[in-house]
């Protein structure tokens, strides 16, 4: 089971961390992707980080802003948010998966989704 935490409201150009944390199973023979869902719109992918931590990929929407991290001795990835915009408002998930799947996007094949974590962003 993976769980979201670490939301909450900010400001535009503000930052925030989200954490994921694992329990029940190896978390480091899984890659983690990050996703968002805004109302009214569909789930996109955010990023995803390798099982290692050495590989990262990120949707260009967020790319330069957002930075994924995991530390594996803790079972747990990191989303640092910077430079926010009132776009990014969504609930956020994390998921476990693989790095190759979330590189061709094929999000379906991602699994252990908790409850997601609200980010909003307005002034």
């Known amino acids: 089971q993976l769980q979201a935490s670490g939301g909450g409201s900010v400001q535009p150009g503000g930052s925030l961390r989200l954490s994921c944390a694992a329990s029940?199973?190896?978390?480091?023979?899984?890659?983690i992707g990050w996703f968002r869902q805004a109302p009214g719109k569909e789930r996109e992918g955010v990023g995803c980080?390798?099982?290692?931590?050495?590989?990262?990929t990120y949707e260009d929407s967020v790319k330069g802003r957002f930075t994924i991290s995991r530390d594996n001795a803790r079972n747990t990835a990191y989303l640092q948010m910077n430079s926010l915009k009132p776009d990014d408002t969504a609930v956020y998930y994390c998921a476990r998966g693989h790095f190759s799947d979330y590189s061709v996007g094929v999000y379906n094949a991602f699994d252990a989704w908790g409850q997601g974590t609200q980010v909003t962003v307005s002034s």
């Open positions: 029940g199973f190896t978390f480091d023979d899984y890659a």
């Open positions: 980080i390798s099982m290692s931590g050495d590989s990262t």
